[in-house]
Nanobody, 124 residues
Framework: QVQLVESGGGLVQAGGSLRLSCVAS????????MGWFRQAPGKGRELVAA????????YYASSVNGRFTISRDNAKNTVYLQMNSLKPEDTAVYYC?????????????????WGQGTQVTVSS
């Protein structure tokens, strides 16, 4: 089993920044890929960013590329999402997800464990 706990969400004005963190426990964190997904009201869950087990491969959705940065610290069992230049359309619940394979995948069905989510609200 893998437990994922997100933190760092909140309310921020447009143009501001937030840093999300996700701490994993239960298995060898460094052996699996991690992703950050988000889900806005009335919309499906979409992949925002993903990172491979060593950080050598990274994916960003086109909507956040250049504004968001995903990173991981395997010594701390933690993955981060630095979000800059936030826009109202970034408002959503953000979920951390673990995939029990080293390579990243863009499909939410390919992830095996999920955190409880953290709300990010960007005001205009």
């Amino acid at each position: 089993q893998v437990q994922l706990v997100e933190s760092g969400g909140g309310l921020v004005q447009a143009g501001g920044s937030l840093r999300l963190s996700c701490v994993a426990s239960g298995r060898t964190f460094s052996s699996y890929a991690m992703g950050w997904f988000r889900q806005a009201p009335g919309k499906g869950r979409e992949l925002v960013a993903a990172i491979s087990e060593t950080g050598g491969n990274i994916y960003y959705a086109s909507s956040v590329n250049g504004r968001f940065t995903i990173s991981r610290d395997n010594a701390k069992n933690t993955v981060y999402l630095q979000m800059n230049s936030l826009k109202p359309e970034d408002t959503a619940v953000y979920y951390c997800a673990a995939r029990l394979r080293a390579v990243i995948n863009t499909l939410f069905g390919k992830y095996d464990y999920w955190g409880q989510g953290t709300q990010v609200t960007v005001s205009s």
